[in-house]
C-alpha cells in the first residue's frame, strides 16, 4: 500500500507561483513513475506532468510547459510541482499519482495509487 499526501496549495495572483509537494510512504518509491493531475469540477481529471523513476524523463501538458516543473527527490520519498506564472485557468484541484510498474504515463487509468488533492486557486 502506498499512501501520497500533497501539500502547497492555495490562494495566489495571476502571474504568481506555488510548489506543491507530494510525500511517499513505502521504502520502493524510486521504482514509481509519479504524475501531477489536476480537476475542475465537472470535467475529468487531466494529465498535468509526469516524471520517471530517476527523474531523467519528464512530459508535460501542452497547457503547461514552459511554465510548470517536475521533479523529485527519492531520498525523501518526494515528487514536487513547481508552477509559475500561474493563469487563472490553472485553477483546480491538484493530486499526484503513483504508478508501481512501468514508466510515467498521461493516461489516469495507469496509476495504482492517489493522494486526497490539493486546492490551487489562481485570481485575476
Known amino acids: 500500500q502506498v499512501q501520497l499526501v500533497e501539500s502547497g496549495g492555495g490562494l495566489v495572483q495571476a502571474g504568481g507561483s506555488l510548489r506543491l509537494s507530494c510525500a511517499a510512504s513505502?521504502?520502493?518509491?524510486?521504482?514509481?513513475?509519479m504524475g501531477w493531475f489536476r480537476q475542475v469540477p465537472e470535467k475529468e481529471r487531466e494529465f498535468v506532468a509526469g516524471?520517471?523513476?530517476?527523474?531523467?524523463?519528464?512530459y508535460y501538458a501542452d497547457s503547461v510547459k514552459g511554465r510548470f516543473t517536475i521533479s523529485r527527490d527519492n531520498a525523501k520519498n518526494t515528487v514536487y510541482l513547481q508552477m509559475n506564472s500561474l493563469k487563472p485557468e490553472d485553477t483546480a484541484v491538484y493530486s499526484c499519482a503513483a504508478r508501481t510498474s512501468g514508466s510515467w504515463s498521461a493516461n489516469r487509468n495507469d496509476y495504482d495509487y492517489w493522494g486526497q488533492g490539493t486546492q490551487v486557486t489562481v485570481s485575476s
Open positions: 513505502g521504502r520502493t518509491f524510486s521504482s514509481y513513475a
Open positions: 516524471i520517471g523513476w530517476t527523474g531523467a524523463i519528464k
